[in-house]
């Protein structure tokens, strides 16, 4: 049986991935949910994904943008 709705982890895994970068359709969404409730492995990953992309983003923020002139007398 093939569910229409039904997502491999890899797809799910970019999904995940596609994420942090722009929104999911609601369908798309949905599709993602669907897997995690079903799939041991998924929601595992996103956990691990959300962990290294929150710190990678602090680190970003943290190196990449210089405050320049707030606040500050140059
Ligand atoms: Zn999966």
Redesign the pocket.
């Known amino acids: 049986m093939n569910y229409p709705l039904r997502r491999s982890?890899k797809e799910?895994a970019h999904m995940v991935v596609a994420m942090q970068d722009k929104s999911l359709s609601l369908k798309e969404a949905a599709e993602m949910r669907l897997?995690m409730a079903i799939?041991k492995?998924?929601p595992g990953f996103e956990n691990q994904f959300l962990t290294i992309s929150s710190a990678m983003r602090q680190w970003r923020n943290y190196t990449g943008e210089e405050d320049t002139g707030n606040g500050k007398s140059s």
């Open positions: 982890c799910v897997h799939c492995a998924c």
